[in-house]
Protein backbone atom coordinates (compact mmCIF):
# COMPACT_ATOMS: atom_id res chain seq x y z
CA UNK A 1 0.00 0.00 0.00
CA UNK A 2 1.33 3.73 -0.88
CA UNK A 3 1.80 5.97 2.06
CA UNK A 4 3.38 9.56 1.56
CA UNK A 5 6.38 10.01 3.10
CA UNK A 6 6.29 12.42 6.30
CA UNK A 7 7.83 15.32 3.94
CA UNK A 8 5.00 14.66 1.35
CA UNK A 9 2.64 15.11 4.31
CA UNK A 10 3.98 18.17 4.99
CA UNK A 11 4.51 19.62 1.94
CA UNK A 12 0.79 18.65 0.96
CA UNK A 13 -0.21 20.10 4.00
CA UNK A 14 1.15 23.47 3.51
CA UNK A 15 -0.45 22.98 -0.37
CA UNK A 16 -3.88 22.55 1.24
CA UNK A 17 -3.49 25.78 3.69
CA UNK A 18 -2.04 27.45 0.47
CA UNK A 19 -5.17 26.70 -1.39
CA UNK A 20 -7.53 27.67 1.40
CA UNK A 21 -5.86 31.01 2.18
CA UNK A 22 -6.08 32.06 -1.22
CA UNK A 23 -9.22 31.12 -1.75
CA UNK A 24 -10.84 32.79 1.26
CA UNK A 25 -8.60 35.73 0.37
CA UNK A 26 -9.79 36.21 -2.85
CA UNK A 27 -13.46 35.76 -1.98
CA UNK A 28 -14.05 37.29 1.10
CA UNK A 29 -10.99 40.49 1.51
CA UNK A 30 -10.67 41.23 -1.96
CA UNK A 31 -14.22 40.68 -4.04
CA UNK A 32 -15.29 43.35 -0.53
CA UNK A 33 -12.20 45.88 -0.82
CA UNK A 34 -12.38 46.10 -4.78
CA UNK A 35 -9.75 48.48 -6.78
CA UNK A 36 -6.47 46.34 -7.17
CA UNK A 37 -7.49 43.25 -5.56
CA UNK A 38 -10.21 42.86 -8.35
CA UNK A 39 -7.72 43.65 -10.78
CA UNK A 40 -8.18 40.87 -13.32
CA UNK A 41 -4.77 39.59 -13.83
CA UNK A 42 -4.22 40.15 -9.66
CA UNK A 43 -7.68 38.18 -9.26
CA UNK A 44 -6.70 35.05 -11.73
CA UNK A 45 -3.14 34.92 -10.34
CA UNK A 46 -5.23 34.23 -7.03
CA UNK A 47 -7.16 31.52 -8.32
CA UNK A 48 -4.13 29.85 -10.42
CA UNK A 49 -2.68 29.64 -7.03
CA UNK A 50 -5.43 28.14 -5.31
CA UNK A 51 -5.81 25.24 -8.39
CA UNK A 52 -1.78 24.53 -8.90
CA UNK A 53 -1.90 23.99 -4.73
CA UNK A 54 -4.77 21.25 -4.75
CA UNK A 55 -3.37 19.60 -8.22
CA UNK A 56 -0.18 19.33 -6.37
CA UNK A 57 -1.58 17.71 -3.01
CA UNK A 58 -3.45 15.22 -5.09
CA UNK A 59 -0.79 14.28 -7.18
CA UNK A 60 1.28 13.86 -4.00
CA UNK A 61 -1.88 12.13 -2.49
CA UNK A 62 -2.06 9.76 -5.35
CA UNK A 63 1.56 9.09 -5.41
CA UNK A 64 1.26 10.34 -8.96
CA UNK A 65 5.47 10.34 -10.23
CA UNK A 66 4.72 13.75 -12.04
CA UNK A 67 4.29 15.44 -8.61
CA UNK A 68 7.81 16.52 -8.42
CA UNK A 69 7.07 18.61 -11.62
CA UNK A 70 3.90 19.76 -10.23
CA UNK A 71 5.69 21.04 -7.13
CA UNK A 72 7.98 22.89 -9.49
CA UNK A 73 5.69 25.03 -10.86
CA UNK A 74 3.45 25.30 -7.77
CA UNK A 75 6.51 27.12 -5.91
CA UNK A 76 6.86 29.46 -9.10
CA UNK A 77 3.18 30.05 -8.78
CA UNK A 78 2.79 30.83 -5.09
CA UNK A 79 6.05 32.96 -4.93
CA UNK A 80 4.57 34.68 -7.51
CA UNK A 81 1.07 35.23 -6.15
CA UNK A 82 3.14 36.04 -2.31
CA UNK A 83 4.69 38.72 -4.52
CA UNK A 84 1.70 40.23 -6.18
CA UNK A 85 -0.37 39.99 -2.59
CA UNK A 86 2.58 42.02 -0.94
CA UNK A 87 2.73 44.71 -3.57
CA UNK A 88 -1.08 45.10 -3.21
CA UNK A 89 -1.19 45.39 0.38
CA UNK A 90 -3.82 43.81 3.43
CA UNK A 91 -3.04 40.40 2.42
CA UNK A 92 -0.22 39.11 4.70
CA UNK A 93 -1.97 36.08 6.00
CA UNK A 94 -1.81 34.69 1.89
CA UNK A 95 1.35 36.14 1.45
CA UNK A 96 2.66 33.66 4.56
CA UNK A 97 0.72 31.15 3.56
CA UNK A 98 2.05 31.07 -0.73
CA UNK A 99 5.73 31.61 0.90
CA UNK A 100 5.47 28.65 2.82
CA UNK A 101 3.99 26.66 0.67
CA UNK A 102 6.66 27.48 -1.99
CA UNK A 103 9.16 26.76 0.43
CA UNK A 104 7.83 23.19 0.93
CA UNK A 105 7.43 22.75 -2.70
CA UNK A 106 10.42 23.52 -3.62
CA UNK A 107 11.97 20.83 -1.47
CA UNK A 108 10.13 18.46 -2.57
CA UNK A 109 10.63 19.21 -6.23
CA UNK A 110 14.36 19.39 -5.77
CA UNK A 111 14.19 16.22 -3.56
CA UNK A 112 12.48 14.51 -6.39
CA UNK A 113 15.19 15.21 -8.73
CA UNK A 114 17.97 14.63 -6.39
CA UNK A 115 16.90 10.87 -6.38
Same mark, same amino acid.
Not at 1 to 6: A, N
Given at each position: ????? /?EMKSCMAACDLCSATC??????????? !??????????RLMMTCVEVCRASAAL??? !??????????? #?? /????????????? !????? #?? &? &???????????????????
Open positions: MYTPT /KLQTAMHHCLEV !GGKHTEPQHFMLI !GSPSHPMQCDL #CA /KVCEECATDCERI !GGMDE #CV &A &ACRACARECRQMASRAIAA
